[in-house]
């Protein structure tokens, strides 16, 4: 018998696309049809491997875990560094660049070379990195490993080539930024400090010249030490112990006295001409004690010391709080003048700068703004205001407002869709924002060429949808959504319900289907329900239609053969599932959770806004104290005016019209007597008695409670599902994916989304396991539980919906004409067609009830279904039925009803190819197909995969032709050729894969895709080799050319008494003659990025490199062009020149010399 077994696993993997078109070939575990063969079919493919190259496009959304900032006050560029290494270059809107350090090294400082387009960057591995911003893909220059020491702080003099480099050890390098080379000047910490001094001062906190003499150089080192180091003489000027920790420290402009900020909450004012004491001391947030002393503060870990003409000095610094005030958010401190104004802030501030119209640091600054980097956030404020408000921020920076949990991208929408959402948008905006222009306005960007109208949504777990306009590589809100509103707030439950249901999250996005055309919005919500929007330009006043259905599967302990032969029933039109008979478990206390769901939806009229407006509620009920399972598939049609839903429990289909349940029924009462493997549902094994509340599921898959296996006998009421075809169903207790030897899903941590159960192998894009250790184990179970096999089907008899597509098919071989169909996949990778008869008509469609029925047709693949697509016989995409967008609350006349206008609907628009059939592509987690129909014949097989599984696949239109684009678990990213499944792309993009990325992850046309690349960022990318081309066009100009600003005049008499600020030469000093060189142990020089991979960068290729070598040839050939010509002048007047000479030489030749 096990031989008889593996015999037929055999045949089920060798023949993975077996079609069948009734019940007999499908249970011959995938043998092909033996039925007619099919004309040729011969489609002109235009697509080639040369169409594609994979490539990152632009970065959208706040930088995850930023740790430094830095600020170009002539170019007005913003750059964040974040924890794993990457960096962001921001100006106005529309320039925006992504760097990333190879290394993967936290960024810990950045400094701008002010107007040179350069940056330097600090990383956690002691390495610093020169980046050339002078073109739109910044790559490194230079790089600098330090070997035996750490960095801590870089300082780079504003117009200076040397950058001083504070280490942990207490020493101080000088680099020549040019070079990337360190000098033999070194001010080591034991000659800055006292000899006397017996302890290390720490690692250097600070370093800066002083604004009256470059030639001093003020180092801080944590302990509290500050020394005024002399350059030339190369000895301290002074030096200046204090009691507490140094934190930072602030010149006055005019260089005479400096503040600092310590780890009591305190800050001091230093003058240099007595630096034995301070000059002030105090506690902005500490008050005094009765006792007489000041309460204890937190440390002020930055302070801003800058000074105005019109105005008051300004002090502005971040911490000091006093510790008494725990519960208090983190704050932002400005002190002008007299006035002391405390900013709260949403989330701990990482790094603040004050933003100064002057890079010169001994003019007065005159501030303008504060930008201050939080953890999650960005927020600018505006100091030229007493009320100081802040900027609004154009960047897309709220992506992760509230955790991205799906996205759906869409490409060349209809053009007024976007100015519509703006214009409903724009009115919810808030207010109160600074009325100056944003002023981070550096670099250029003009709109491309090529553009089309991109959206981008994004479902969230507090339950928000967001729509975001996506044009010409640029991200900007339109519109928010809050699916909350429509239910009633949950209350507070008993006996720990709530963590089943999600309690954390109840209103988390999982899914959404949205169709510009029709602008009808579905959304799946994590605790089984989906909600219908309509959109609407005008407010109205509406009750909210509920429909519950009953989709859960329980145990029978006898059944015969006949059962699972009955014909499915159609529920009652009324809209609720009828109620089962009751269950001999009522008495047990979890009965009580029965036929009801897991939000209740208000049931009062509701004023909705302008905008997508809730019209149905689909709620998937309770039943037997077991909640419902999570929707894994979801499709609408407007034109039919019909949705279906599916998880693991069966299928339901809706007419959102009538406000019916047309269809409720498990997946295995779809087949009929058509089950591909002829199963026969059982008696439950026996198994161990179960403990009261155990939540995990023992190791047999099939084995439950004693108190479920005495369930009644099969019964089939009104759709309801009572078959023992979903066992580990009838358990109802949530498992992770990998069974037995996976990790169970752990409570959502950041980053993780808010699903809850992971019930199949149908859930496997919300439960996909972060480590490869996971993966592994996942990978083992699913390839047990989704082979197409007896003896899988035997261990596992659970069946779930992962994949329906509504569309103009054929339901049947003998069909003539197309007609609407459901394609329903399963993940057992078999494929159903259910044809429906709809009405044409207006009114009838009103009043008429829509019929269908299984047909028994089975197609077969190997893996969980993922996708459908259909092409016409020419291989163009045939689109889904639609209607056009009308406004269901604006005013109609009487006279004039309006009518429903339908694209594509048949049978009228299929005519012109009716006689000819279509092709249908399907997709699952390990091939691709593509069948003929109606003759339901397999023309064409891809294995996609074997050692990973397809998590996206998608029909893409590309270059006037379609592909199928698929994102596998192990990284790959590929396309393939329709209808003819040739490999086009195959490239390891993206080498771990993790939960976050397996759900966001999605293609549209164009040859665009993106993805959720931290929680808080989207990456776009492109699988389009003419996209690659242009990408240098639709990028902004990050640098543009600005003359440098002059100093201005300090005046005579300011001048005289003030002392003139006295300038140095550095290269005098540091330069390789005078200093020598640095130790080759203590740091290493490495070029700029290896390979071709920093010029493909910089230049977009060897094309783009060929374009600048011809330029710069054109450039050098009009210089030397204009040289001639001058060279030619010269010659000319030269000529002219000795022809006057001689001329004049010929007319004084014979004159005496007094004739003159």
Request: net charge neutral.
């Amino acid at each position: 018998m096990k031989k008889f077994r593996k015999v037929l696993d055999g045949l089920t993997t060798s023949s993975p696309a077996g079609v069948g078109g009734s019940s007999s070939c499908a249970s011959a575990a995938g043998t092909p049809t033996a039925g007619p063969s099919p004309r040729e079919i011969d489609v002109a493919e235009t697509l080639t491997s040369e169409s594609f190259q994979i490539c990152k496009t632009v970065r959208h959304g706040f930088p995850c875990q930023p740790t430094a900032l830095a600020f170009d006050p002539v170019q007005k560029l913003l750059a964040i560094g974040s924890r794993s290494g990457g960096v962001r270059i921001l100006g106005r809107p529309g320039v925006d660049c992504y760097c990333q350090h190879e290394s993967g090294a936290a960024v810990l400082q950045l400094q701008f070379l002010i107007n040179e387009g350069a940056l330097v960057t600090a990383c956690a591995d002691d390495t610093l990195h020169l980046w050339n911003l002078r073109q739109k893909r910044p790559a490194i220059l230079h790089s600098l490993k330090f070997n035996r020491e750490r960095i801590t702080f870089c300082h780079l003099p504003f117009q200076s080539k040397w950058l001083y480099v504070g280490t942990e050890r207490g020493n101080t390098h000088i680099a020549n930024i040019e070079s990337f080379i360190l000098s033999g000047y070194v001010i080591m910490w034991n000659k800055a400090i006292e000899l006397a001094t017996k302890t290390h001062p720490g690692p250097v906190v600070h370093l800066s010249d002083s604004p009256k003499d470059e030639g001093k150089l003020l180092i801080g080192f944590e302990s509290g030490t500050v020394v005024m180091w002399d350059l030339r003489a190369k000895k301290a000027d002074f030096r200046i112990h204090y009691d507490e920790a140094i934190h930072s420290v602030s010149w006055h402009h005019e260089g005479k006295q400096f503040m600092c900020s310590h780890s009591d909450g305190s800050l001091t004012v230093w003058n240099l001409r007595n630096t034995a004491r301070p000059v002030q001391v105090t506690f902005p947030h500490g008050k005094t004690q009765r006792d007489g002393r000041k309460e204890s503060c937190k440390p002020i870990l930055k302070v801003e010391y800058k000074m105005s003409r019109n105005s008051e000095p300004f002090v502005i610094f971040s911490g000091g709080l006093s510790y008494d005030k725990a519960s208090r958010r983190p704050t932002l401190t400005i002190m002008h003048g007299k006035a002391i104004t405390v900013l709260e802030m949403d989330h701990p501030i990482v790094e603040f700068m004050v933003l100064c119209d002057t890079p010169y640091p001994n003019e007065v600054q005159e501030p303008y703004a504060a930008v201050v980097l939080l953890e999650k956030d960005l927020v600018v404020v505006d100091l030229t205001q007493s009320n100081f408000p802040i900027f609004e921020n154009p960047y897309p920076m709220d992506i992760h407002e509230s955790p991205v949990t799906c996205t759906a991208y869409f490409a060349d929408c209809p053009p007024d869709i976007i100015p519509v959402l703006y214009s409903i948008g724009a009115k919810h905006k808030k207010t109160g924002y600074s009325h100056k222009e944003w002023p981070v306005s550096g670099g250029t960007w003009t709109l491309g060429s090529q553009t089309y109208p991109e959206i981008i949504l994004t479902g969230h777990a507090d339950g928000t949808i967001k729509f975001w306009d996506a044009t010409a590589m640029t991200l900007q809100m339109l519109y928010k959504l809050k699916t909350s509103k429509v239910f009633e707030k949950p209350k507070a439950v008993e006996g720990g319900r709530g963590a089943e249901l999600g309690e954390e999250d109840p209103y988390a996005v999982q899914m959404l289907s949205w169709c510009p055309h029709s602008r009808l919005l579905c959304v799946v919500g994590i605790s089984a329900n989906l909600i219908l929007y309509r959109f609407s330009k005008h407010d109205a006043n509406t009750n909210i239609t509920v429909l519950e259905v009953r989709l859960q599967c329980e145990v029978e302990e006898v059944i015969s053969p006949s059962d699972t032969e009955n014909t499915p029933c159609l529920s009652d039109p009324s809209g609720h599932s009828p109620q089962p008979p009751p269950s001999p478990r009522s008495n047990t206390p979890d009965s009580a959770r029965d036929s009801i769901p897991c939000l209740k939806v208000k049931d009062r009229t509701i004023r909705m806004p302008p905008g997508y407006q809730a019209e149905l509620v689909v709620q998937l009920l309770w039943v037997d104290g077991e909640p419902p399972q999570p929707i894994t598939s979801l499709d609408i049609n407007s034109a039919y005016g019909l949705l279906a839903l599916g998880n693991c429990n069966g299928l339901a289909v809706v007419d959102y019209i009538q406000r019916t349940v047309l269809l409720c029924m498990s997946t295995l009462e779809l087949y009929g007597a058509a089950d591909p493997f002829q199963r026969l549902t059982r008696s439950p094994r026996k198994s161990r008695q179960s403990t009261p509340g155990l939540t995990e599921l023992s190791d047999n898959q099939v084995s439950m409670d004693a108190e479920r296996s005495k369930s009644p006998t099969s019964d089939h009421v009104n759709g309801h599902c009572t078959s023992s075809s979903s066992q580990a169903c009838a358990a109802g207790r949530a498992r992770g994916p990998g069974g037995p030897e996976g990790p169970r899903l752990a409570r959502r941590g950041p980053g993780r989304p808010p699903f809850r159960k992971a019930q199949s192998a149908a859930c496997m894009e919300i439960s996909l396991p972060v480590s490869s250790h996971a993966e592994e184990s996942r990978e083992n179970s699913f390839s047990r539980s989704r082979s197409s096999s007896v003896s899988s089907i035997d261990r596992d008899t659970k069946e779930a919906v992962t994949a329906l597509q509504f569309g103009e098919s054929y339901g049947r071989k003998t069909d003539a004409l197309p007609t609407p169909c459901l394609w329903v996949g399963t993940s057992l990778g078999l494929v159903l067609l259910i044809p429906m008869s709809i009405p044409t008509d207006d009114q009838e469609r009103q009043e008429e009830p829509v019929t269908m029925a299984p047909t028994g047709t089975v197609l077969m693949l190997k893996g969980s279904v993922l996708r459908f697509g259909f092409l016409d016989l020419r291989g163009a995409v045939i689109s889904a039925p639609y209607e056009v967008w009308r406004d269901p609350n604006a005013q109609e006349d009487p006279e004039r009803p309006r009518k429903r206008k339908l694209v594509n609907f048949s049978p009228s628009s299929s005519q012109e190819n009716c006689g000819e059939g279509h092709l249908a592509v399907v997709c699952s987690e390990r091939q691709a197909v593509v069948f003929l129909m109606p003759a339901q014949v397999c023309l064409h097989v891809h294995n996609i995969t074997e050692a990973s599984f397809v998590l996206r696949a998608d029909l893409v239109s590309f270059c006037n032709s379609v592909c199928l684009a698929c994102f596998c678990a192990n990284g790959h990213v590929m396309t393939l050729s329709l209808p003819s499944l040739r490999p086009l792309l195959d490239v390891n993009y993206l080498p771990l894969t993790d939960m976050r990325i397996a759900r966001t992850f999605c293609f549209t046309n164009g040859g665009q895709a993106l993805y959720l690349s931290s929680p808080t960022e989207i990456q776009r990318i492109t699988y389009s080799q003419e996209m690659c081309d242009n990408l240098q066009d639709l990028l902004g100009e990050l640098f543009t050319p600005i003359e440098t600003p002059e100093a201005q005049n300090r005046g005579f008499l300011k001048g005289f008494f003030g002392g003139n600020t006295q300038t140095f030469d550095r290269e005098e000093l540091f330069g390789e003659a005078a200093a020598g060189k640095a130790s080759r142990s203590l740091a290493q020089h490495i070029p700029g990025q290896a390979g071709m991979e920093g010029m493909k960068a910089a230049a977009g290729g060897a094309v783009g490199e060929l374009a600048r070598a011809r330029i710069a040839l054109d450039e050098r050939g009009q210089r030397l062009g204009e040289l001639e010509e001058r060279t030619a002048l010269l010659m000319t007047s030269a000529e002219t020149f000795s022809k006057h000479a001689h001329e004049l030489m010929l007319k004084c030749k014979d004159k005496k010399w007094y004739q003159f």
